[in-house]
């Protein structure tokens, strides 16, 4: 069952790492790809490979006369919040109310007033400790829940099916050793979104800044005109960014810039910002907008304070589906044939599917039944992975030449 998949694999900790600088950026992804590799062998799927860059890959045979498709899941979780010792609850029949967690803290109506859209549902939620680790165990589950559906019910025809588990997705990594001459498909899709009637394939731009400040040290009792404190001089930075333009702040198609990581001392500080929007002209001005703050600080200062580098992470997948909409015209032919309606998101966020598809492998993302990704408040419900399971049988059932 579905359920128990994901019961089963969200114990595994699998939490990647920003600082590492080796592939995978942390060992114990490994644990759960050994484990899934197990699986995948005691179903009967094909061409099974778990590489050293701990990618886990498979094919499953399917009737030529239909096109090739790919799934992809990443295993690893996000680092922004602890992924050991989870321990999954499972909420029967939810009532609409605030979900006090086992730790006492409580994920509230007032806060989180998606909940209201489950009631009666079934939810997986947290102990309170930890993430849940359903972004994207549930997209791994759900794949292999399809996988061994049509292996158990021959009867269904279905085109030819490439899997492929990924580490490292939630730092940026997720396709850095992908292996493209091993996952030859017509056009791919990643099962890594929240709603199953959602589909994205448009998201941010991508790009992150690190900017590094250095100060002028002198004993504090003779400082005067000729200190510069560099972490005053890294809230100054930040307090000259654009207010408005932050995560907590904007909505829909709104671009930010998020500090995500502030240190130092008097010496030297630094801080990291990603940057994202889902225009690249916007995201144009917003990166040249770090560059201007940086050479005011050092005309201000009267010598090279700020260093400001930026690097770019992923482009928007857009416009790589102009003349390709049968990709998508396939998901909402599926999501009417089972009752769903289908939505179109913009992810505010990036993909690997992004990444795959400006190297040549189309590929849109589709929900997993997750809510509030990346810390104490993620839950899953069981009725909406169940229906991206429904949905992902109907799209290789209806995938004809």
Same mark, same amino acid.
């Given at each position: 069952?579905?359920k128990?998949?994901? /019961?089963?694999?969200?114990?595994?900790?699998?939490?990647?790492s920003e600082e590492?600088?080796?592939?995978?950026?942390?060992?114990?992804?490994?644990?759960?790809a050994?484990?899934?590799?197990?699986q995948?062998e005691?179903?009967?799927?094909?061409?099974?490979? /778990?590489?050293?860059?701990?990618y886990?890959?498979?094919?499953?045979?399917?009737?030529?006369?239909? +096109?090739?498709l790919?799934?992809?899941?990443?295993?690893?979780?996000?680092?922004?919040a602890?992924?050991k010792?989870?321990?999954?609850?499972?909420i029967?029949?939810?009532?609409? !109310? %605030?979900?006090?967690?086992?730790?006492?803290i409580?994920?509230?109506?007032?806060?989180?007033?998606?909940?209201?859209?489950?009631?009666?549902k079934?939810?997986m939620v947290?102990?309170?400790?930890t993430?849940?680790?359903?972004?994207d165990?549930?997209?791994?589950?759900?794949i292999?829940?399809?996988?061994?559906?049509?292996?158990?019910h021959p009867?269904?025809?279905?085109?030819?099916?490439?899997?492929?588990?990924?580490? %490292?997705?939630?730092?940026?990594?997720?396709?850095?050793?992908?292996?493209?001459?091993?996952f030859?498909?017509?056009?791919?899709y990643?099962?890594?979104g929240?709603?199953?009637?959602?589909?994205?394939?448009?998201?941010?731009?991508?790009a992150?800044?690190?900017?590094?400040?250095?100060?002028?040290?002198?004993?504090?009792?003779?400082?005067?005109?000729?200190?510069?404190?560099?972490?005053t001089?890294?809230?100054?930075?930040?307090?000259?960014?654009?207010?408005?333009?932050v995560?907590?702040?904007? +909505?829909?198609?709104e671009?930010?810039?998020?500090?995500e990581h502030?240190?130092?001392d008097?010496a030297?500080?630094?801080l990291?910002y990603?940057?994202?929007?889902?225009d690249?002209?916007?995201?144009?001005k917003?990166?040249?907008?770090?560059?201007?703050?940086r050479?005011?600080?050092?005309?201000?200062?009267?010598?090279?304070?700020? !260093?400001?580098?930026?690097?770019?992470?992923?482009?928007?997948?857009?416009?790589?589906?102009?003349?390709?909409?049968?990709?998508?015209?396939?998901?909402k !032919?599926?999501?009417?044939?089972?009752?769903?309606?289908?939505?179109?998101?913009?992810?505010?966020?990036?993909?690997d599917g992004a990444?795959l598809?400006?190297?040549?492998?189309?590929?849109?993302?589709?929900?997993?039944?997750? +809510?509030?990704?990346?810390?104490?408040?993620?839950?899953?419900?069981?009725? %909406?992975?169940?229906?991206?399971?429904?949905?992902?049988?109907?799209?290789?059932k209806?995938?004809?030449?």
């Open positions: 069952m579905l128990d998949k994901l /019961l089963d694999y969200v114990q595994y900790e699998t939490t990647s590492s600088e080796s592939s995978p950026t942390t060992s114990c992804q490994f644990d759960l050994r484990h899934l590799l197990s995948l005691e179903m009967g799927v094909k061409e099974i490979v /778990l590489d050293e860059y701990c886990v890959y498979g094919y499953l045979e399917g009737d030529p006369e239909y +096109q090739t790919g799934l992809i899941a990443h295993m690893d979780t996000s680092p922004q602890s992924g010792n989870v321990k999954p609850k499972m029967e029949n939810y009532d609409g !109310k %605030d979900i006090v967690l086992d730790n006492g409580v994920t509230s109506v007032e806060r989180f007033p998606n909940l209201k859209n489950y009631i009666g079934t939810l947290t102990d309170g400790n993430l849940l680790g359903a972004d165990k549930a997209g791994v589950a759900i292999m829940e399809v996988l061994e559906t049509l292996i158990s009867e269904i025809k279905h085109g030819p099916v490439r899997i492929c588990f990924t580490p %490292d997705e939630e730092v940026g990594k997720g396709t850095a050793h992908f292996d493209y001459d091993r030859k498909v017509d056009y791919a990643t099962v890594d929240d709603e199953p009637n959602n589909i994205a394939y448009e998201n941010f731009n991508g992150a800044s690190d900017v590094e400040i250095t100060g002028i040290l002198v004993h504090p009792g003779s400082a005067k005109d000729i200190m510069v404190n560099a972490l001089v890294a809230h100054e930075f930040h307090d000259m960014m654009d207010k408005d333009a995560p907590e702040k904007t +909505q829909g198609y671009g930010f810039n998020m500090l502030l240190s130092g008097v030297k500080a630094k990291h990603i940057i994202r929007n889902h690249a002209d916007k995201l144009e917003q990166k040249h907008d770090f560059e201007i703050i050479d005011k600080l050092n005309e201000k200062y009267g010598y090279e304070a700020v !260093k400001v580098e930026i690097k770019d992470s992923y482009r928007n997948m857009k416009e790589k589906f102009v003349g390709h909409e049968d990709i998508i015209d396939l998901v !032919k599926a999501m009417a044939n089972i009752g769903l309606d289908y939505k179109e998101i913009a992810i505010r966020g990036g993909t990444v598809t400006w190297n040549g492998i189309l590929c849109p993302n589709i929900g997993t039944g997750v +809510q509030n990704f990346h810390g104490v408040h993620e839950f899953w419900c069981k009725e %909406d992975g169940e229906k991206v399971v429904e949905l992902i049988l109907e799209m290789l209806m995938a004809k030449k």
